[in-house]
């Protein structure tokens, strides 16, 4: 890469990339050296890509040391894929929308992308020509006052349904809302943001819905956005019906109107721009930009632009990484409401990560150690996932988790209506893992918290997890109105039919609960109780989260849990955000954190946790999860990140090593 041109290569020779091609031709930092397809005896490959290189496949492409930046012009199936694979090769992408196939995905691609340090854009090149930017300065300048209701469209009719081609193949993600719905929501959401002073803005309520075709895809559809500032939009696209393809702008003074907009009025080569001004005593005024330049050429250069500027995101109202997140929230909202779940989607076709590879062997980056009462070795954390409602999102979570190292997955019968206990059991089925996973079960959560549920939900569950039997197992609550031995008896059972393979405890139990149900097991000959899973954190809980809650952080609780080296599985390990910056002194907005967390002596902790954690170039978070794993009582704590940053940032605790000094100076000071 020079200090002023981007040498471009284009994955997939499609349509959409002869349209790219020109708009390199037409940048001033840009210039086109290579393609890659899976045909290179295509016909007219080298006439219609003059003096490009042609590879033999894209991973060749990848290897191109004379490639600085990739544009993926794939079908919408293997963009994530191959844009992670680029990242992996160090070369910066540029992805034709959409960016993935869901939000899940496309947070996946950034992590690769932060990681590598390179740049990665979604190519809504609309976003990037000035007639977008002045329909946001006429907003802004209050030409139509403020800004009501939005309406906008883009659709097409393709004749005749075609299940093989790619805009209604099951198998190619086909249908309205990822080809061209994202165009009529992100223009929305661009509108709502200017009307509120910003870059973009994303809905508070999302509600769709769409015609289906034998092939499940959509050939029309239409979604209401609701936002905070009051705008409501209402959005339509399809490939089977001719809409009239008009964005409407609706102000308390008048509307705007403006024809094709994701071509600014023109075609493919050419978008002058027209935007008619409509007043409400019926005045009207036509406005255009004039532009003469290819309406690709704005996206290559601003994709350019930042490159050669060490940028990892386009620039605003270019599509960054914050806008794309939200563009894809409102697909994958509009696409559930719909019923709309790809084949490729499903764990029985899912059956690689995300970057098209076979999981990898289990990794060290999170560490393992041996839990009493367990046969095999477990991670030191233990993964919660219980905020994933599809087997596409939860893997890329899962899968990461696993190659990092980790083997320890939390489950219960309550979690997510019983779907995380079939997302667990879908993934491991498909990836193969069962045996080398360490599974936690959970059941008889109040109000069924009786002896005779717990065989019942754990028949349930075991058949959710598509596995015979759990590692460990936790009665979710206790019932102190029956007698402790009760539910020992049914434990116990269970363990004798081999459903509860190593041991068993109880979940926000107290001390006194558990002390009797040892003192009846040994009385009796049964399984002890060997477990609990109980809140345990730097910060003192000073009300429950949720009732029924039992934290274990107090003094009394560590004289008890280091007397009897029973393992504690804690939950809210990191105090639900009190170690980050949404927490303060003077931050009292989160009602929960007020209510759980705020104490002068939780604020102490949260200081030394802030200087310590500068002194080792770590954050207050790694500093709280690392003392939770330095104590001299085995404490595993239960993790939920919902993103794979998350995951990467908690990992990054793992190797701090506190000495009992170090604990001692964070609890008392």
């Known amino acids: 890469m020079s200090a002023s041109t981007i040498r471009w290569g284009i994955l997939g020779p499609g349509s959409i990339a002869k349209a790219f091609r020109d708009g390199v031709a037409g940048s001033t930092n840009g210039k086109l050296v290579a393609i890659a397809t899976r045909d290179p005896s295509k016909p007219g490959l080298a006439t219609e890509f003059p003096g490009a290189r042609i590879h033999n496949g894209y991973d060749a492409l990848l290897a191109d040391k004379e490639v600085d930046a990739i544009y993926i012009a794939t079908p919408h199936p293997f963009h994530a894929e191959w844009a992670i694979k680029a990242a992996e090769a160090g070369k910066h992408v540029l992805v034709e929308k959409p960016f993935a196939l869901t939000a899940f995905e496309i947070d996946a691609v950034m ?206 109202p270019g599509m960054t990484w914050a806008d794309s997140l939200g563009n894809a929230r409102v697909l994958d909202k509009w696409r559930a409401d719909a019923g709309i779940e790809f084949n490729i989607e499903k764990s029985t076709r899912r059956v690689n990560t995300l970057s098209g590879r076979k999981l990898g062997p289990s990794g060290t980056s999170i560490p393992k150690r041996s839990i009493p009462g367990l046969k095999q070795q477990a991670s030191v954390a233990a993964l919660g996932f219980e905020d994933f409602r599809t087997f596409s999102s939860g893997a890329i979570l899962l899968d990461a988790f696993f190659e990092a190292g980790g083997n320890l997955f939390d489950t219960a019968y309550v979690y997510g209506s019983g779907y995380t206990e079939k997302l667990f059991g879908q993934w491991h089925t498909s990836r193969g893992t069962r045996e080398q996973s360490v599974l936690i079960g959970k059941g008889a959560h109040s109000p069924l918290c009786y002896p005779d549920v717990i065989g019942k939900q754990l028949t349930q569950s075991l058949d959710r997890l598509q596995t015979d039997y759990v590692d460990l197992y936790f009665m979710h609550r206790d019932n102190l109105n029956v007698p402790v031995g009760e539910f020992v008896d049914a434990m116990d059972d269970e363990v004798k039919k081999g459903r509860i393979r190593g041991i068993f405890g109880g979940s926000n139990w107290t001390q006194a609960r558990m002390d009797e149900a040892i003192a009846y097991a040994k009385k009796t000959g049964k399984q002890a109780p060997g477990a609990l899973s109980n809140n345990f954190a730097l910060a003192e809980m000073q009300d429950v989260i949720w009732d029924g809650c039992i934290s274990s952080s107090d003094d009394d609780w560590k004289k008890w849990l280091n007397d009897r080296q029973i393992p504690n599985f804690a939950w809210s390990s990191q105090g639900r955000g009190f170690f980050t910056d949404r927490a303060g002194r003077d931050k009292k907005d989160n009602e929960e954190l007020v209510r759980v967390w705020y104490s002068e002596g939780n604020f102490q902790r949260r200081d030394r946790a802030i200087e310590l954690g500068k002194k080792l170039g770590k954050s207050p978070i790694h500093v709280a999860l690392a003392y939770v794993l330095a104590q001299p009582f085995p404490v595993i704590p239960l993790i939920g990140p919902r993103t794979l940053q998350e995951l990467d940032d908690s990992i990054k605790a793992f190797d701090i090593k506190l000495s009992p000094a170090d604990v001692k100076w964070l609890e008392n000071g």
Not at 158 to 185: E, S, T, W
Not at 244 to 249: P, S, T
């Open 111 to 316: 992590n690769a992308h932060r990681k590598a340090g390179t740049f990665a854009g979604e190519a809504f090149m609309y976003r990037l020509h000035p007639q977008t930017r002045k329909i946001g300065e006429l907003i802004a300048s209050g030409v139509i006052g403020d800004v009501r209701m939005i309406q906008s469209s883009f659709g097409f009719n393709m004749g005749k349904f075609q299940p093989q081609h790619r805009l209604f193949a099951n198998d190619l993600a086909g249908g309205g809302i990822l080809d061209v719905g994202g165009y009529p929501v992100s223009m929305s959401r661009y509108i709502a943001g200017v009307a509120a002073g910003k870059p973009f803005l994303d809905p508070i309520k999302v509600s769709g819905t769409a015609k289906l075709n034998a092939e499940g895809s959509d050939d029309w559809a239409a979604a209401t956005l609701t936002f905070e500032n009051g705008i409501v939009a209402q959005v339509s696209c399809a490939v089977f019906v001719n809409l009239d393809n008009v964005l409407r702008i609706h102000g308390s003074l008048g509307r705007i109107e403006v024809p094709d907009f994701w071509f600014a009025g023109g075609n493919r080569d050419q978008g002058l721009g027209k935007i008619e001004v409509i007043k409400n005593d019926g005045s009207r005024e036509t406005i255009s930009v004039n532009e003469t330049r290819h309406v690709y050429s704005f996206e290559a250069e601003a994709a350019g632009d930042a490159i050669l500027a060490g940028k990892q995101e386009l620039a605003a």
